[in-house]
């Protein structure tokens, strides 16, 4: 059985930054793709960062420059390393895997990520 498991959530001031960890196990397959999505109070959840294998990474317009997504396949591991961290990240964030044979999708529990003075 699949497990998506987030971690690295916390409290900071603006400008600050943190990084987050999303370990999968379980995995009988390669994923495709490992990203991070986020969902703020009131909104639908968005993209943030993705890692697509054979392609590369995408980011939202909105944190481009700022964060950065990796991944260490030994471990079947993605992070998101988060600088000058602004109000508007405040969230919770969530962790996607997709992949196997019908490309399905796995999520984390989500942790949440608050930015405030």
């Known amino acids: 059985q699949v497990r998506v498991v987030e971690s690295g959530g916390g409290s900071v001031q603006p400008g600050g930054s943190l990084r987050l960890s999303c370990a999968a196990s379980g995995l009988t397959f390669s994923p495709n793709a490992m990203g991070w999505y986020r969902q703020a109070p009131g909104k639908q959840r968005e993209q943030v960062a993705v890692?697509?294998?054979?392609?590369?990474?995408n980011y939202a317009d909105s944190v481009k420059g700022r964060f950065t997504i990796s991944r260490d396949n030994a471990k079947n591991t993605v992070y998101l390393q988060m600088n000058s961290l602004k109000p508007e990240d405040t969230a919770v964030y969530y962790c996607?895997?997709?992949?196997?044979?019908?490309?399905?999708?796995?999520w984390g529990q989500g942790t949440q990520v608050t930015v405030s003075s």
């Open positions: 890692l697509i294998s054979g392609i590369g990474t």
């Open positions: 996607n895997l997709r992949g196997g044979r019908y490309l399905l999708d796995y």
